[in-house]
C-alpha cells in the first residue's frame, strides 16, 4: 500500500496519473483518503488553524478533475472545459 503524504508535487503528479491510468475513480479515492489524512494531521500539529476548505480540496482532489479527460471540469460562466495539459 503506498504511505500517504502531502499533496503531491508536479512530477509525482504525472506519476500518479501514469500509475492510475485507466482508473481515475481509484485515482480520487486514494487522494480523498489523503486528504482526510492531511486535515488530520494539521488539526493534530495545530489545532488553532482550520485551513481554507476550498483550497485543501483542490490541493488534493481539484488537480486531477483538470487532467482527466473524462472529469475535466468548466469554470463558472465558462462553457468550455479547461484543457488537458500533458
Not at 500517504?4 to 492510475?20: N, V
Not at 482532489?61 to 468548466?74: D, E, F, K, N, Q
Request: charged share 25%; aromatic share 8%; with cysteine.
Amino acid at each position: 500500500m503506498r504511505e500517504r503524504k502531502a499533496s503531491p508535487c508536479g512530477r509525482a503528479k504525472l506519476a500518479l496519473l501514469a500509475e492510475y491510468e485507466g482508473s481515475p475513480v481509484s485515482l480520487f479515492l486514494y487522494l480523498a483518503g489523503c486528504l482526510h489524512d492531511a486535515i488530520g494531521e494539521l488539526h493534530r500539529l495545530n489545532p488553532g488553524m482550520t485551513g481554507s476548505a476550498a483550497d485543501m480540496f483542490d490541493r488534493f482532489l481539484g488537480w486531477p478533475a483538470r487532467h482527466i479527460r473524462s472529469y475535466r471540469v468548466t469554470t463558472t460562466g465558462s462553457p468550455q472545459a479547461e484543457e488537458v495539459e500533458t
